[in-house]
């Protein structure tokens, strides 16, 4: 078994700063690419930031700026620091980790529950 677990989301006044967590547990042998989507309601899921496991980071343009991704291989932890949040980044984030469970074992997607980030103007 493998648990996606997230955690910092809240509500903020625009300008304002949170910080995202996200940690993977569990029959772990190896973590690809890790990283942060979101979807705001009446909207599709998008890629908000990932980094893989060789330092290759994305930025959606959006973000670009204002997010830093970062991730902590020995706690299986990826984080999400936002800056001068925007009402339109008031989403549900969610968690993304590529994982292989086994050194035979193919990569595959697991997903955290979400957590709600709101930014008032």
């Known amino acids: 078994q493998v648990q996606v677990v997230e955690s910092g989301g809240g509500a903020v006044q625009a300008g304002g700063s949170l910080r995202l967590s996200c940690a993977a547990s569990?029959?772990?042998?190896?973590?690809?690419?890790m990283g942060w989507y979101r979807q705001a309601p009446g909207k599709q899921r998008e890629s908000v930031a990932t980094?893989?496991?060789?330092?290759?980071?994305y930025y959606a343009d959006s973000v670009k700026g204002r997010f830093t991704i970062s991730r902590d291989n020995a706690k299986n932890t990826v984080y999400l620091q936002m800056n001068s949040l925007k009402p339109e980044d008031t989403a549900v984030y969610y968690c993304?980790?590529?994982?292989?469970?086994?050194?035979?074992?193919?990569?595959?997607?697991?997903w955290g529950q979400g957590t709600q980030v709101t930014v008032s103007s």
């Open positions: 569990g029959t772990i042998f190896s973590i690809n690419a």
């Open positions: 993304n980790v590529e994982i292989r469970r086994t050194v035979v074992a193919g990569p595959r997607d697991y």
């Open positions: 980094l893989s496991s060789s330092g290759r980071i």
